[in-house]
């Protein structure tokens, strides 16, 4: 069964200081790694797709890397507006059929 | 274009109701799927349609009940829902081709079960 682990769950920065969001995962045969950003009452909205590792995805402040066995999203100068909850998600090629197993999310929250 | 259009935005059912939420998307995508959010929880599948066809079902209680009428539409029907289904229900799309494959959300219906 497929599983993902973010870690932390919540974290607060001030605007300005860079870090990192860590997403551990076990899959059979990974199909895609996903990272979303959630905004509270809204849906995910689609970030990144990473499918192999080395791979390195960027947007404005942010950037996706993935590893075999973890995928980090790395916030530069965060901005209050990039207050939101990020998640993680895999989809494996073992006959899941397309079914995106979530992380439990980090809760981001950039202070003026 | 990369939206995906769900109806309503709120609804509020007893118990004893019979209701369906919509959702369309026009980006030619040929899976789409059904997730159920509780607050402060991530999004779980509840049903997967690939070309029209249920491919997966989460063993979801029968008071759900998906349809695909097209490509372009999933439809949930509800029927004597409970409290404890209140949540928020979403929509997603993706594409099916290797290299192509996330999915895109709708913004959700916000369901509450009185």
């Known amino acids: 069964e497929d599983q993902v682990t973010q870690s932390p769950e919540a974290l607060r920065l001030q605007e300005g200081e860079s870090s990192s969001l860590n997403c551990s995962y076990t899959v059979s045969g990974l199909r895609g790694l996903f990272w979303y950003r959630q905004d509270p009452g809204k849906g995910p909205e689609f970030l990144f797709t990473l499918y192999s590792a080395g791979e390195e995805k960027e947007k404005e402040r942010l950037k996706a890397t993935l590893t075999k066995k973890e995928s980090f999203l790395h916030i530069t100068a965060p901005k209050p507006e990039d207050s939101a909850t990020y998640l993680c998600a895999v989809q494996g090629g073992g006959g899941s059929n397309y079914k995106l197993t979530f992380g439990k999310g980090t809760l981001l929250t950039v202070n003026p | 274009d990369t939206e995906v259009t769900q109806t309503p935005k709120h609804l509020v059912m007893g118990m004893t109701n019979k209701k369906s939420l919509k959702c369309e998307q026009h980006?030619?995508?040929?899976?789409m799927y059904w997730y159920k959010q509780k607050a402060k929880k991530p999004p779980e599948l509840m049903f997967v349609?690939?070309?029209?066809?249920?491919?997966i079902n989460e063993s979801v209680p029968s008071r759900f009940s998906p349809e695909c009428p097209n490509s372009s539409l999933l439809n949930l029907h509800l029927h004597a829902l409970q409290p404890e289904d209140s949540a928020l229900y979403l929509c997603a799309s993706s594409q099916m081709d290797r290299g192509r494959t996330e999915a895109f959300f709708g913004q959700g219906t916000r369901l509450t079960v009185v």
């Open positions: 349609y690939s070309y029209e066809k249920l491919s």
């Open positions: 980006m030619g995508h040929r899976a």
